[in-house]
């Protein structure tokens, strides 16, 4: 009896290190080979609004992690030298080595990066192709290839959240309290002004209630169907929502000019008053030829410049806005519309 017991014992071993053994057997390659991006379109592209329906190809070779495993792909965008910190997904495929975009969907989503989306100008772009298999392996990402496009103008439809609240009634059909993804990428912001206390709101993906969201446990963390979100004081408030990774958080803000070209210098602010029938934020005051910045709440963690040489669009962080000539100006600032933008106007 012992030497059968034995004997069990003997075979479940051999058993149990055999399912180890195939359990290893799909293992990653010391040295995995990333895609190679093909832009079968060329170095330049001019985007045409009479070829709207056509499409555009990218097509790469296959990534290699040393194991027969499905591979999500998908081509990324950014503009040149921002090291795709707000990298965009053009097209996505599983497995599939080339993936199209009609040529409408993909001028919506390169219009947002024009200074002036009326007028627009050739973008100096990157592409990469970005392969995955799962959560737990790193990501494996081509070389960059720059491609130049000149997108064409046409109203840009952004992907909207409705932000239903006690602020407003509970509508969710109300199109003008919704947080914007300029990048179509999930990632939604927008600035929106609460007129009471506590007030209380929810997400919404459509004009009704069919799919919301709330927050459980005023964690930060949005739960399907969750539970109303509280604001704190009544003001101006920053909403983003990354909606990939369910979270949200909000700030309230009050608007500032600081700056050489103000009479406080780049030590004091000069204070902007919010006007709710506009939607905007102005002050009157003498200027020199100098330059100036927007932040919030006296301080630099949230701050607005121009990156486009006084554009009238503003960027997070972005460089001093220069006033040409010393005089008394209205400053105006307007966060309600998902591209940002200010004025400078002599009066």
């Known amino acids: 009896m012992k030497k059968i017991l034995i004997l069990i014992l003997a075979l479940g071993l051999i058993a149990f290190y055999s399912c180890k053994k195939d359990e290893t057997k799909a293992t990653l390659s010391a040295s995995p080979n990333a895609s190679v991006l093909n832009l079968t379109s060329g170095?330049?592209?001019?985007?045409?609004?009479?070829?709207?329906?056509?499409?555009?190809?990218?097509?790469?070779s296959a990534s290699q992690f040393g194991q027969v495993v499905v591979i999500g792909y998908t081509?990324?965008?950014?503009?040149?030298?921002?090291?795709?910190?707000?990298?965009?997904?053009?097209?996505?495929?599983?497995?599939a080595l080339s993936a199209?975009?009609?040529?409408?969907?993909?001028?919506?989503?390169?219009?947002?990066?024009?200074?002036?989306?009326?007028?627009?100008?050739?973008?100096?772009?990157e592409f990469r192709v970005k392969a995955v298999i799962n959560a737990n392996i790193d990501p494996l990402y081509s070389a960059v290839v720059p491609?130049?496009?000149?997108?064409?103008?046409?109203?840009?439809?952004y992907p909207i959240l409705f932000v239903p609240g006690s602020y407003q009634g509970w509508n969710p059909a109300d199109s003008?309290?919704?947080?914007?993804?300029k990048s179509s990428n999930g990632q939604f912001e927008g600035y929106i002004w609460f007129g009471t206390d506590q007030v209380l709101f929810k997400y919404t993906q459509k004009p009704?209630?069919?799919?919301?969201?709330?927050?459980?446990?005023a964690d930060g963390t949005l739960n399907p169907g969750g539970a109303n979100i509280q604001a704190g004081l009544h003001g101006y408030y920053k909403l983003n929502v990354d909606l990939?990774?369910?979270?949200?958080?909000?700030?309230?803000?009050?608007?500032?000019?600081?700056?050489?070209?103000?009479?406080?210098?780049?030590?004091?602010?000069?204070?902007?008053?919010?006007?709710?029938?506009?939607?905007?934020?102005s002050v009157t005051t003498g200027l020199t030829a100098a330059g100036l910045k927007f932040r919030a709440n006296h301080a630099w963690d949230l701050n607005y410049g121009d990156d486009g040489s006084n554009t009238g669009k503003l960027s997070v962080g972005g460089a001093n806005i220069?006033?040409?000539?010393?005089?008394?100006?209205?400053?105006?600032?307007?966060?309600?519309?998902?591209?940002?933008k200010y004025q400078l106007k002599k009066n």
């Open 43 to 60: 170095a330049q592209i001019i985007l045409k609004k009479s070829d709207s329906g056509q499409l555009i190809t990218y097509s790469w």
């Open 75 to 95: 081509v990324e965008m950014d503009m040149v030298g921002n090291s795709f910190k707000n990298a965009i997904p053009v097209v996505q495929s599983s497995n």
């Open 100 to 125: 199209s975009i009609n040529t409408y969907d993909f001028n919506q989503k390169i219009l947002p990066m024009e200074y002036d989306p009326k007028n627009p100008t050739p973008i100096n772009l």
């Open 147 to 157: 491609q130049t496009i000149t997108p064409y103008f046409v109203k840009i439809v």
């Open 176 to 181: 003008s309290t919704v947080v914007t993804s």
């Open 208 to 217: 009704n209630w069919d799919i919301n969201w709330g927050d459980d446990g």
């Open 244 to 281: 990939p990774n369910l979270t949200h958080k909000f700030l309230l803000t009050a608007w500032s000019i600081i700056g050489d070209a103000t009479s406080g210098g780049w030590n004091t602010d000069t204070d902007m008053k919010y006007d709710s029938i506009s939607k905007t934020w």
């Open 322 to 340: 220069a006033v040409p000539a010393g005089g008394n100006y209205t400053v105006i600032l307007n966060l309600s519309q998902p591209i940002y």
